[in-house]
């Protein structure tokens, strides 16, 4: 008999997001403009126990569900109990507040021991069961920490699950396709990314739920070891709205006016594409490498650049040249020259800044390897090429960790991708990715040689990696940067640390984080941005061999089946036309899709391949080896048509270089319009058979 802890979090609801819902000053979101509302995947996690409790058939496993957040979170527990929890707790205090992921899912790991210890009295049969991701924090870090504390195996985005011989197979997203596994340990836990059979609040239920106890939890009661901002890793240090995208997000009327738009920019493509690449930012130099000792204009904020460029012209016009030598007399003469710009503790903090020329990490760039069925994922590769510039900037070497089995043929490729040093981590043990046998083989190297930043491709499995280990050795971690960049803090004594920028609250708004209180800075990068630098086979570099300790016990998952895609396309074609569910079936995908990539064929003179959502593949659509997105396929044509598709993140990833982006959506509110070039309002079945005539006449 299994129980089920479902964790559960109130968020601002950033679907109903608003131009006045952001401080136009700082960014920030105003809370009180939003309503609060249940995570929607969380909500799903909840049904999803909810299901495995059903299919079990022990009727009576508990469900708990469990959130941490202020007083009013407490709506959320209601949430539970009306659809199925039968018991809650809140865990709420203001030492809690401020947390990042670490120091959120840490306390959530020991309110997990209390709840198992008192409420199901050391019963020690139970998942935990949580949405893969929260909308306002999306990193999806935390329930794979919180199994890193708690020894658990963690099975990450799962969209189905069955019991069969007494345990469940759980069916979960991978890159490239799909997977079955089942836990060896029996527990686990579980994030659910899709599971759309909603619950629903009986009348009944809905009493029962109000008057229902909500246990309350404070950090006293549960006497965790990272809490709040001061058990934080990571700290946000500047937050502002997102750079208005490069693509045109043009309405067009009629599809002879598409026609035509079409056919121009495949004639007058200009070879750029509009989103998703890092905005170039200039090159950092160590302080003592500078061809002026007071330059400091490569401080982490534009403030503390315009507090140095005040501070040194002052010194300038006093004739300091010489920090050592500022003396009570000097000081007196630069505060009053300032004119209240900033005080004494400030003065003195920047003038020891001054001094600085160490960084404040030491060590290598590293970039965790990822790979499959014997090639290096081309993530990998474009982390290199950014790890690259990190450390020419750093004046350290690049260092690529790769585990795995039989992997060695991988080292001449990352060499000439711009890596110095490969770690290699080989073992039988390691042939398929299993999180916690990864997380052990790749904390161990890196808690033996310490490098100051680790990279991880934020694909799958570098997201659920990449926080087992930073979690594991005790460092910050920042999820999904679109920028990387080194900068000082010289008044706070930091030189040289890494600027990790990240969208946060679906892209709505952009945050700069750095890390604190680690030995190495720790991020995930997400795939397109950033550039892989074209390969030079004449580079040269070292193999270093790291045995690690592996026995079967490290083992947390048994895969039961895996399915990837198999076949033959294209993507190097200069035109893709992908369909989504939007296209309805799979004879509509056919006919449709047919009809306008002969029209397009034709017209333009070259092959447009077919492309598909990973929603239209799995509706049966058309083979997985056609998905483009995250887990299937990244691509970079002139012209890209997605069909009836809504516009996700984890879609919109895998487009994020081609040239021009044209959408066809009956909704129109569909998110892909805010993310392509040119859109018509229409249906397909209507829409496609009318383009393809026009583009016969245009
Ligand atoms: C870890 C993870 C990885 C993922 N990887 C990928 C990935 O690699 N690639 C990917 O695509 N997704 C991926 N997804 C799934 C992604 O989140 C979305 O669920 C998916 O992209 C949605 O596909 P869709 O747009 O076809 O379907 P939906 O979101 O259901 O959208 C269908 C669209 O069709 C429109 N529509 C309906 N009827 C019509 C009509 N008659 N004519 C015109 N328009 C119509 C609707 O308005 C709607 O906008 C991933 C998810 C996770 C959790």
């Known amino acids: ?311 040194t012209n002052v010194l300038a016009e006093l004739g300091i040249t010489d920090i050592s030598r500022v003396d009570d007399a000097d000081r007196k003469k630069i505060l009053s020259a300032v004119g209240g710009r900033f005080h004494k503790k400030t003065l003195e903090d920047m003038l020891n800044g001054f001094k600085l020329n160490e960084p404040a990490f030491k060590g290598e760039v590293w970039v965790v390897a990822e790979h499959s069925d014997g090639a290096v994922h081309p993530a990998t590769f474009e982390l290199i090429g950014k790890a690259r510039e990190l450390a020419d900037s750093l004046q350290t070497k690049v260092g690529a960790a790769v585990a795995g089995y039989e992997i060695e043929p991988f080292a001449k490729e990352l060499i000439a991708a711009g890596a110095d040093n490969i770690y290699i981590i080989e073992d039988k043990l390691l042939s398929v990715f299993d999180p916690a046998a990864h997380r052990k083989a790749i904390a161990d190297c890196v808690s033996t040689y310490w490098p100051q930043i680790v990279l991880y491709a934020a694909t799958p499995q570098g997201r659920m990696l990449a926080p087992m280990v930073s979690y594991r050795v005790g460092c910050g971690l920042t999820a999904d940067c679109t920028g990387l960049d080194i900068r000082d803090n010289s008044r706070n004594g930091l030189i040289g640390i890494l600027l990790q920028t990240r969208p946060a609250l679906g892209g709505n708004v952009m945050a700069t984080i750095r890390t604190k209180n680690s030995k190495s800075q720790m991020a995930t990068a997400r795939p397109g941005v950033m550039k892989r630098l074209p390969p030079d086979s004449s580079r040269t570099g070292n193999i270093i061999r790291h045995k690690v300790q592996l026995s079967d016990d490290d083992i947390s998952l048994e895969i039961l089946k895996t399915e990837l895609g198999t076949g033959e396309v294209n993507f190097g074609a200069d035109v893709v036309v992908s369909g989504g569910k939007g296209m309805q079936s799979r004879d509509n995908y056919e006919r449709l899709m047919g009809m306008l990539c002969d029209g397009l064929s034709k017209k333009l003179d070259t092959q447009a391949e077919r492309g598909a959502s990973r929603a239209a593949v799995e509706q049966g659509f058309i083979e997985r080896v056609h998905q483009v997105g995250q887990t299937g396929t990244s691509i970079g044509p002139k012209i890209y048509i997605a069909l009836g598709i809504s516009g996700a993140i984890q879609h919109m990833i895998g487009v994020a270089n081609t040239e021009t982006i044209i959408a066809i959506n009956s909704d129109p509110n569909a998110p892909i319009f805010k993310q392509c070039d040119y859109y018509i309002v229409g249906t397909v079945e209507d829409t496609i058979p009318q383009l393809v005539k026009a583009l016969e006449i245009v």
């Open 1 to 311: 008999m299994s129980n089920y802890i479902v964790l559960v979090k109130q968020v601002p609801d950033v679907t109903q997001i608003t131009d006045n819902a952001f401080d136009s000053e700082t960014g920030t979101l105003i809370r009180t403009r939003l309503a609060s509302v249940i995570n929607e995947l969380d909500a799903q996690a909840l049904a999803f126990a909810h299901y495995m409790k059903k299919i079990s058939g022990a009727q009576n496993g508990k469900i708990i569900a469990l959130t941490m957040g202020p007083p009013m979170a407490e709506e959320v527990l209601r949430y539970a109990l009306s659809r199925c929890a039968d018991t809650v707790v809140l865990l709420t205090d203001k030492a809690l507040g401020g947390a990042d992921t670490v120091a959120t899912a840490n306390p959530l790991a020991f309110a997990i021991r209390k709840i198992i210890k008192d409420i199901l009295k050391s019963g020690n049969d139970y998942y935990v069961v949580t949405g893969m991701q929260s909308v306002d924090g999306d990193t999806a870090q935390v329930p794979p920490q919180i199994a890193d504390e708690l020894d658990l195996p963690c099975i990450a985005y799962v969209t189905g699950a069955e019991f069969k011989d007494s345990r469940f197979e759980f069916t979960r997203i991978i890159s490239g396709g799909s997977q079955v596994v089942t836990p060896k340990k029996m527990l686990a836990v579980i994030t659910v990314a899709k599971y759309e059979y909603p619950l629903f609040a009986t009348f009944a239920g809905a009493r029962w739920a109000n008057k229902t106890e909500v246990i309350q939890w404070g950090s006293a009661d549960i006497n965790a070891a990272h809490i709040g901002v001061k058990g934080s890793k990571t700290a946000v240090i500047r937050v502002f709205p997102p750079g208005k995208s490069t693509r045109k997000c043009r309405q067009i009327s009629d599809t002879k006016s598409l026609a035509r738009v079409l056919v121009d920019s495949f004639t007058s493509g200009n070879g750029e594409s509009g989103l998703g690449t890092e905005t170039q930012t200039y090159r950092y130099i160590l302080p003592d490498k500078r061809a002026d000792k007071f330059d400091r204009s490569f401080e982490g904020t534009k403030k503390e650049q315009q507090d140095y460029e005040i501070l």
